[in-house]
Nanobody
Framework: QVRLVESGGGLVQAGGSLRLSCAIS????????MGWFRQAPGKEREFVAS????????FYADSVKGRFTISRDNAKNMVYLQMNSLKAEDTAVYYC??????????????????WGQGTQVTVSS
């Protein structure tokens, strides 16, 4: 079983930065690729970024490319999303998710097996 807990959300002005964290509780021998998704009110959940288990492969949605960076620290069982140059349209609940295929950088949420509860990010314009 895997438990994911996000933190780091909050209210920030447009142009500002936030770093989201995702703490992963899992069996020591299990390896997961990870992803970040977001959902704004009235909209479907959308892909933001993903990273393979090793960290060597990453993938970003076009809407965040060049502004957001996904990273991980496997020794600490943590995944991060550094968000810079935030825009009002980045406002959403952000979720981290775990994919049992450690080599994957999938963008389809159906590829992910475990989800956190989410953290709210609000960007004021």
């Amino acid at each position: 079983q895997v438990r994911l807990v996000e933190s780091g959300g909050g209210l920030v002005q447009a142009g500002g930065s936030l770093r989201l964290s995702c703490a992963i509780s899992k069996r020591p021998d299990s390896e997961y690729a990870m992803g970040w998704f977001r959902q704004a009110p009235g909209k479907e959940r959308e892909f933001v970024a993903s990273i393979s288990w090793s960290g060597s492969s990453t993938f970003y949605a076009d809407s965040v490319k060049g502004r957001f960076t996904i990273s991980r620290d496997n020794a600490k069982n943590m995944v991060y999303l550094q968000m810079n140059s935030l825009k009002a349209e980045d406002t959403a609940v952000y979720y981290c998710a775990a994919n049992m295929n450690p080599y994957s950088t999938a963008s389809n949420p159906t590829n992910y097996n475990y989800w956190g509860q989410g953290t709210q990010v609000t960007v004021s314009s």
